[in-house]
């Protein structure tokens, strides 16, 4: 993939573009796959592109938990974006926190906090999504997310804190209380966050002489009926008889009802004496979709099945900021929002705006479902690829193949593959960096939810600064 470094800025009020302007928002899968086509596809001389992010890289989002349980390094699921020596298309390090559909400009706070408008003649909307939370007493300042690699590392120099506290400890309630892990959120991320956090804790404290194993306790709970139900019934047992073995406390049909720093109580009653609540119960649409004042469907926004938004021409939106018609299932279904639809809605909605440029008829999103995998840590896993479903060291060889063929660079594969290897010769030694330690890091601080703009702001912005202050 190509990306361009800084140009130098034209004087203030001198025109210099003279191709169409296609700005992409969200370096997510859905955005890098779109960009990567483009450059493939469009001449040099048939449009500018740009690209916002306020990280330069690429997050492989499927494997954020075994960077949590330290079978993977941070950096080995950071694919950077500016790896490639050409250089085509401009990064503009930030955030969009706006959008003026009318006028055609986004509005984007970089990352040096200063506001700016960026025109555009095409825009590719792939803000992706943040964490759904609910109003539930002290929820965003006591739980932590799983959504950021910053998330992660963080989560696992928790984890492996609270044993090490815990095994300073002298008083036996709190040495219990920090033993105890309550994840929420019974999808896929949950699922495999608490299992594989709780092999990491089960490997870490044979070196912990003081400590009892049997007072390390993980629950795993969500509000609806089943784990996983995506799954299929058989797939989703197993799964289930897989984390109750090892240990783990499923509840289904509870969620949280109010959070502490100390204890979480459930709505079932139970009051679980805990450090260390996790929050992984599914996601929203990113705040950047209210801004544009359009019609949504459950906070994503309402595109045709050509990922077009009906009435906004060169207007396209994908991932998990679009409800998506899922032609596949039939009339009124969506896609879920999935890796698997955003890599292939990027290089989808590429080709569209590509027919747009090129006065062509646009085509419909159809897709053929490849199965699913979930890795459960060590030779855990089930797998349903292709319809065929797996348990054990065959649904681990798919699920960890899928995930390694789907990383976009050698690097990336290469630096996967070594800490897989590293992991299952030599183990772990639960070292903490401990850097982080005096940092919040709760669902609060790293949303950002609270920096977008309302429609009017967007507005108002857009008429106090005009065109020609774009980021250039």
């Known amino acids: 993939m190509a990306f361009v470094a800084d140009r130098l800025e034209p004087q203030k009020g001198m025109n210099t573009v003279t191709r169409p302007r296609i700005l992409v928002v969200g370096a997510g899968f859905a955005g890098v796959e779109c960009v990567r086509r483009l450059e493939r596809k469009l001449s040099p001389d048939e449009a500018d592109v740009t690209l916002v992010t306020p990280f330069a890289y690429q997050l492989y989002l499927p494997l954020l938990p075994q960077v949590a349980s330290g079978v993977l390094t941070p950096q080995s699921i950071a694919v950077s974006l500016r790896r490639s020596k050409k250089y085509r298309t401009r990064i503009i390090p930030g955030g969009a926190i706006g959008v003026d559909l009318k006028s055609k400009v986004c509005v984007i706070r970089t990352i040096t906090d200063q506001v700016v408008n960026e025109p555009y003649d095409y825009i590719v909307l792939a803000p992706g999504s943040v964490t759904r939370t609910f109003d539930i007493p002290g929820l965003t300042d006591n739980a932590f997310g799983m959504k950021t690699l910053a998330e992660a590392a963080y989560i696992r120099d928790h984890v492996i804190s609270q044993l090490d506290l815990a095994d300073a ?18 999808g896929y991320a949950g699922t495999e966050t608490a299992a594989c956090l709780q092999r990491l804790t089960h490997a870490a404290v044979r070196r912990y002489p003081r400590l009892d194993p049997r007072l390390i306790k993980w629950h795993l709970i969500d509000i609806a009926p089943k784990l996983m139900p995506e799954l299929g019934e058989k797939l989703g047992r197993s799964a ?4 109750r073995r090892r240990g783990i406390e499923i509840s289904l049909g509870v969620s949280i009802e109010k959070a502490g720093p100390e204890e979480v109580t459930f709505t079932d009653g139970r009051v ?7 929050w992984t119960a599914g996601v929203v649409a990113s705040p950047l979709i209210a801004t544009l004042g359009a019609e949504t469907v459950r906070g994503r926004l309402a595109v045709n099945a050509e990922l077009n938004l009906p009435g906004n021409d060169g207007v396209f939106a994908l991932g998990d900021a679009a409800a998506v018609p899922d032609l596949a299932k039939g009339e009124d279904a969506v896609c879920p929002p999935t890796a698997q639809h955003a890599q292939r809605q990027g290089k989808h909605v590429a080709d569209n705006v590509i027919a747009t440029l090129r006065n062509q008829p646009l085509q419909p999103y159809v897709h053929k479902d490849l199965g699913l995998v979930v890795d459960l840590g060590g030779r855990d ?7 065929v479903e797996l348990r054990g060291t065959p649904a681990q060889a798919v699920a960890r193949g899928y995930h390694w063929s789907a990383l976009r660079t050698n690097v990336a594969k290469t630096r996967v593959m070594t800490n897989w290897l590293l992991n299952a010769v030599a183990g772990d030694d639960f070292v903490r960096t401990g850097f982080q330690a005096r940092k919040p890091a709760k669902l609060k601080d790293f949303e950002y939810t609270d920096s977008y703009l309302t429609p009017e702001q967007v507005r108002a912005q857009v008429e106090g600064a005009g065109d020609s202050d774009g980021l250039t």
């Open 169 to 186: 400890s002298q008083d036996p309630a709190e040495r219990a209380s920090r033993l105890q892990f309550v994840v929420v959120g019974g």
């Open 240 to 243: 289930q008889e897989i984390l």
């Open 272 to 278: 679980v004496p805990t450090r260390t609540l996790i």
């Open 381 to 387: 896993a089930v797998s349903k690829p292709l319809g």
